[in-house]
């Protein structure tokens, strides 16, 4: 998967990669509306939402496990699947995913939220 070769530089030390999912966010984050294409990586520690900024990657958002909340797979007409989540009261919209397994992101999540 290409947005993994250069995901390490936002990376914290010991932090592992365990899914990620070429997408978009849509959404309205700490007073800021966000559309933007990017990579949503799935860590042990966090969730980032990165883009590409010529060949590397920058983060957009740094979501914490324990501010996710009704974390909640859909579909819309057309039969393509979506995330929506809150995020410390603010709503989250994962769409135009692309590639990586959008279950096991939501078994993931789900997983290090019940650890918290």
Same mark, same amino acid.
């Given at each position: #998967?290409? +947005?993994? !070769?250069? @995901? #390490?530089?936002? &990376?914290?030390?010991?932090? %592992?990669?365990?899914?990620?999912?070429t997408c978009?966010?849509? @959404?309205? =984050?700490?007073f800021t509306?966000?559309?933007?294409?990017?990579?949503?990586l799935i860590?042990? !520690?966090?969730? &980032?939402?990165?883009?590409?900024?010529? +060949?590397?990657? @920058?983060?957009?958002?740094?979501?914490?496990? %324990?501010?996710?909340?009704?974390?909640?797979?859909?579909?819309?007409? $057309?039969?393509?699947?979506? =995330? =929506?989540? %809150?995020?410390?009261?603010?709503?989250?919209? =994962?769409?135009?995913?692309?590639?990586? $397994?959008?279950?096991?992101?939501?078994?993931?999540?789900?997983?290090?939220?019940?650890?918290?």
């Amino acid at each position: #998967m290409e +947005s993994l !070769n250069f @995901s #390490m530089s936002v &990376l914290k030390e010991n932090e %592992k990669i365990l899914a990620s999912l070429t997408c978009n966010l849509k @959404s309205f =984050i700490d007073f800021t509306i966000v559309d933007e294409n990017g990579v949503l990586l799935i860590t042990d !520690n966090r969730v &980032l939402f990165c883009k590409y900024i010529g +060949s590397n990657l @920058s983060v957009v958002h740094n979501f914490d496990y %324990k501010l996710i909340t009704s974390f909640n797979i859909k579909e819309d007409d $057309d039969k393509n699947k979506y =995330i =929506i989540f %809150k995020y410390n009261g603010d709503r989250v919209k =994962i769409t135009n995913i692309k590639s990586g $397994d959008v279950l096991e992101v939501a078994e993931i999540i789900t997983k290090k939220q019940r650890e918290l």
